[in-house]
């Protein structure tokens, strides 16, 4: 692949940043054998990387908190390499702040973390549930944490690793309807519960992204499985396709996130 032709597709990105992701996708075809950084990449990136990878016979994995995690710790594979320690590349722990007096936040957990001098994309993103803080980092940035965080807002705290099945699951609320088709104008009517007119309008805008990505043409077709961002109405899943009606139309199950 191009080294100019990759940076061009990045070009809001830093390019440091940039840099560094071509060099860890050029060492893996060079090695043959997979490689990772040590950075959180936002979805913008991540998601473009499955399709450029695609292309030069490199598979891409993502690791986050969870499935549906934004931030995710990108890893470049051979075509069919079968990576049986993809969990040992990263640390799931949790940060407990049990108290009877003071609620904690996200921006508490984070702020705290990022004042041991931490960058934020060294961190996946951060789940706070009863003032539990569920995290994901690199080996090398947990044990970061692990010595040097002792209290966050003068609640002392707890760290210990986890499981990935105890990392809370985020929450959705779900939304069944029928759409004519799956072009983007007819997703994003459903979802917006407006006119085909209007929906085209918050398209056109520069309003709606697809899987993290503004997408301006209404006659997208939306796949099973794609992230829709509306501004200002939130981010939403088109998580099944429920059938074919009598009249030709398609029930659909959209999860909202909450």
């Given at each position: 692949?191009?080294?100019?032709?990759?940076?061009?597709?990045?070009p809001?990105?830093?390019?440091?940043?940039?840099?560094?992701?071509?060099?860890?996708?050029?060492?893996?075809?060079?090695?043959?054998?997979?490689?990772y950084?040590?950075?959180?990449?936002?979805?913008?990136?991540?998601?473009?990387?499955?399709?450029?990878?695609?292309?030069?016979?490199?598979?891409?994995l993502?690791?986050?908190?969870?499935?549906?995690?934004?931030?995710?710790?990108?890893?470049?594979t051979?075509?069919?390499?079968?990576?049986?320690?993809?969990?040992?590349?990263?640390?799931?722990?949790?940060?407990?702040?049990?108290n009877?007096?003071?609620?904690?936040?996200?921006?508490?957990?984070?702020?705290?973390?990022?004042?041991?001098g931490?960058?934020?994309?060294?961190?996946?993103?951060i789940?706070?549930?009863?003032?539990?803080?569920?995290?994901?980092?690199?080996?090398d940035?947990?044990?970061?944490?692990?010595?040097?965080?002792?209290?966050?807002?003068?609640?002392?705290?707890?760290?210990?690793?986890i499981?990935?099945?105890?990392?809370?699951?985020?929450?959705?609320?779900?939304?069944?309807?029928?759409?004519?088709?799956?072009?983007?104008?007819s997703?994003?009517?459903?979802?917006?519960?407006?006119?085909?007119?209007?929906?085209?309008?918050?398209?056109?805008?520069?309003?709606?992204?697809?899987?993290?990505?503004?997408?301006?043409?209404k006659?997208?077709?939306?796949?099973?499985?794609?992230?829709?961002?509306?501004r200002?109405?939130?981010?939403?899943?088109?998580?099944?396709?429920?059938?074919?009606?009598?009249?030709?139309?398609?029930?659909?199950?959209?999860?909202?996130?909450?």
């Open positions: 692949m191009n080294k100019k032709y990759f940076f061009n597709l990045f809001n990105e830093d390019e440091f940043l940039i840099a560094s992701i071509w060099e860890d996708l050029s060492l893996c075809l060079e090695i043959d054998y997979p490689v950084g040590s950075i959180f990449l936002p979805p913008q990136i991540w998601t473009k990387l499955h399709d450029v990878c695609e292309s030069i016979n490199l598979d891409v993502t690791l986050g908190l969870t499935p549906y995690s934004e931030k995710q710790l990108v890893i470049f051979p075509k069919n390499f079968n990576f049986s320690h993809l969990e040992e590349v990263v640390t799931y722990f949790k940060i407990d702040a049990s009877k007096f003071k609620i904690l936040y996200h921006k508490d957990f984070l702020g705290t973390i990022m004042g041991l931490l960058k934020r994309e060294t961190l996946g993103d789940i706070v549930k009863d003032n539990i803080g569920y995290c994901i980092a690199t080996n940035i947990f044990n970061i944490i692990k010595n040097n965080l002792e209290q966050i807002n003068t609640i002392p705290i707890k760290i210990s690793t499981s990935t099945s105890q990392v809370p699951q985020l929450e959705f609320k779900e939304i069944t309807d029928t759409v004519s088709s799956f072009r983007l104008d997703i994003i009517a459903s979802i917006a519960n407006s006119s085909r007119n209007i929906s085209t309008n918050l398209i056109e805008s520069g309003d709606v992204l697809v899987n993290y990505n503004t997408e301006k043409s006659n997208k077709i939306v796949n099973i499985g794609s992230v829709i961002t509306i200002k109405k939130g981010k939403f899943i088109l998580e099944k396709n429920l059938g074919e009606n009598k009249k030709g139309k398609f029930k659909i199950l959209i999860k909202q996130y909450i």
